[in-house]
C-alpha cells in the first residue's frame, strides 16, 4: 500500500498566484517524520521541511507554508506568490521511527510555474 | 549542516560493463545508508539499505547480484551496477541518516548519479 499520495501529478500556475501541494500519508506509528523535498531538473533533492509527529503547529518560511493536521493525516505545502523558479517536482515523504530511517516518498508533484 | 556526496554525478557505459557509484558522508559518521532509484517522471524506491560492517538488506524484487552494496567505512558506502543493461538506465541517489529513529530523524541526499547505459 502506498504510504504516501500526492493526488497532483501536474500543477501549472501564473507566477504571483498561491498553490497548495498536497500530501496524505499513512502510518501506524506514533513516532514519525514528515519531509517535503524539491527537485529542480539538475535531479538533487533540496530539504525543505522536516516535521515529527508530535508537533502539529504549522509552519511558514518565507513565501512557504506547511499545514499538519493529523486528523485527516494529511501535511499540505503552500507556496505563496509562486515564482518561476519555484518550478520543480516537490516531493513529500514519510519516516517511521520503528523502520530505522527509512524514507518513503510519494509520487511528487510536478509545478510549472507560468512566467 | 551535514553533507552526502555522491560521485560520479553522470555516466555513460556500455551495456555489460560494471559501473561503480560512491556516496560519502562528508562531516558525519553513518552506519547506515539507504540507495534509491528514480526513473524518468517517477518517485524514488529504495534499493537497499547499507549498513557498515555487515550485507545490505536489499528490497523487495532488487538483485543483490546485480546491485552490490559494500559499506567500507562509516563515512562510505558503494553501489555497483554490475553487467549494465539499458534497462538499468536511470537516476541513482543516496541517503544517510545523521540521527535514529527515536532522536529525530534527518536524511542528506548525495546529488544523485545519472547512469546511461548504451
Known amino acids: 500500500a502506498q504510504k504516501v499520495t500526492q493526488a497532483q501529478t501536474e500543477i501549472s500556475v501564473v507566477e504571483k498566484e498561491d498553490v497548495t501541494l498536497d500530501c496524505v500519508y499513512e502510518?501506524?506509528?506514533?513516532?514519525?517524520?514528515l519531509f517535503w523535498y524539491k527537485q529542480p531538473p539538475s535531479g538533487e533533492l533540496v530539504f525543505l521541511i522536516r516535521?515529527?509527529?508530535?508537533?502539529?503547529q504549522n509552519e511558514i518560511s518565507g513565501r512557504y507554508s506547511w499545514n499538519f493536521q493529523k486528523s485527516t493525516s494529511s501535511f499540505n505545502f503552500t507556496i505563496t506568490a509562486s515564482q518561476v523558479v519555484d518550478s520543480a517536482v516537490y516531493f513529500c515523504?514519510?519516516?517511521?521511527?520503528?523502520?530505522?530511517?527509512?524514507?518513503?516518498f510519494g509520487t511528487g508533484t510536478s509545478l510549472t510555474v507560468i512566467p | 549542516g551535514a553533507v552526502v556526496s555522491q560521485h560520479p554525478s553522470w555516466v555513460i557505459c556500455k551495456s555489460g560493463t560494471s559501473v561503480k557509484i560512491e556516496c560519502r558522508s562528508l562531516?558525519?559518521?553513518?552506519?547506515?545508508m539507504f540507495w534509491y532509484r528514480q526513473f524518468p517522471k517517477q518517485s524514488l524506491m529504495l534499493m537497499a539499505t547499507?549498513?557498515?560492517?555487515?550485507?545490505?538488506?536489499?528490497e523487495q524484487g532488487v538483485e543483490k547480484d546485480k546491485f552490490l552494496i559494500n559499506h567500507a567505512s562509516l563515512t562510505l558506502s558503494t553501489l555497483t551496477v554490475t553487467s549494465a543493461h539499458p534497462e538499468d538506465s536511470s537516476f541513482y541517489i543516496c541517503?544517510?541518516?545523521?540521527?535514529?529513529?527515536?532522536?529525530?530523524?534527518?536524511?542528506?541526499f548525495g546529488q544523485g548519479t545519472r547512469l546511461t547505459v548504451v
Open positions: 562531516d558525519f559518521q553513518a552506519t547506515t
Open positions: 502510518t501506524r506509528d506514533t513516532t514519525y517524520y
Open positions: 541517503s544517510a541518516p545523521t540521527g535514529t529513529g527515536t532522536e529525530g530523524t534527518e536524511a542528506f
Open positions: 547499507s549498513n557498515e560492517g555487515s550485507k545490505a538488506t536489499y
Open positions: 516535521r515529527n509527529s508530535f508537533d502539529e
Open positions: 515523504a514519510l519516516s517511521e521511527a520503528h523502520t530505522g530511517n527509512q524514507f518513503y
